[in-house]
């Protein structure tokens, strides 16, 4: 994909505008619709009422391996529009899956909501809003991209410093959002009930074939389920930090390739973007300095923490729950496989003393 300009010469304003980033919340949707237009009612009345609708028996009771054409046609072609894939994706239950209580009050759980939820009560709620607001805390480092690009560029010491110690206190913030799930999310109803609902149809032992689209393919698709790896903003810390994870395990980094085709289009574009600006961390190491190598590692290692705690989480809310010591994940690969691959990738870039 050919880009006029890079990162190097945007502000943090044009980053925003151009890659449909918002200031104050990141990658998540700042003010998702509630209601969509009056065709789609009966669409909005089912999404509202499905916890309900479930508990009743009242849908379906079984999909057998095809969605019908008068679901799958439409939920295809506006799929398209959006350039997703026809499926529940992180986009959709995360960043477009939230309103404030009071409009004027914090981002914070205590004033925040989801619009549309699940069986299993409040876990769909902690779950969602406890995702977004670690997205959220993460995404606050991005206003300092261009900082970052020029600094390095100008061969500017002090202003790098600067920009790479606000992205090691945004992921630190990200970590302690993090610790919130263990208030809100039950582990026995993640595991036997919400996480149902997040399984897709690549890698599902119920759907081994993948699902039927009456009307639009042929044949049945594969698609991954909504997965912490669809969402762009630690892909983005990877990118900026010059992390490869095609450094690390084969399966682990075309997986997280294949991730971005469940982003929306134009945060895939920013991760490419990002990909043709300066190294960060070649210029780091070119200039051997120890408070400068210390600052860039901070933010390294802050990533790392990020990675092993969700390892810990994966074991509380999956692996245990599971009684197996290997489970899969919603997105379709061996969770714990991934996971460790991706953090064990993610250490090995921190710039050890010689």
Sequence with gaps: MAHNRTPL??????????????????????????????????????????????????????????????????????SEKLGLPPILVYADCVLANWKKKDPNGPMTYENMDILFWFPGGDCSKGFFLVSLLVEIAAASAIKVIPDLFKAVKNEDQNALQKALCYIASCL????????????????????????????GWKGNSQLPEGLKYEGFWNTPQKFAGGSAAQSSIFQCFDVLLGIRQSSGDESASRFLQEMRNYMPPAHQEFLLSLESGPSVREFVLSKGDPKLRADYNECVNAMVSLRNYHLQMVAKYIVI??????????????????????????????????
């Design 9 to 78: 010469t945007e502000s943090s304003q044009e980053i925003f505008e151009k890659y449909q980033i918002d200031e104050e919340v990141g990658f998540a949707l700042p003010n998702p619709l509630e209601e969509l237009p009056a065709p789609y009612d009966e669409w909005i009345s089912i999404a509202k009422n499905l916890p309900e609708l479930i508990d009743k028996n009242e849908l379906r009771e079984k999909v057998d391996q095809v969605l019908p054409k008068n679901i799958a046609v439409p939920y295809c072609e506006l």
């Design 172 to 199: 630190h913030q990200a970590h302690k959002e993090f610790e919130q799930i263990n208030d809100y999310v039950d582990p026995s109803t993640f595991f036997n009930v919400l996480r149902i609902y997040l399984s």
């Design 321 to 354: 729950p599971s009684n197996k010591q290997e489970n899969k994940g919603t997105g379709g690969t061996s969770v714990m496989t991934f996971l460790k691959s991706v953090r064990g990738t993610t250490e090995n870039f921190l710039l050890r003393d010689n």
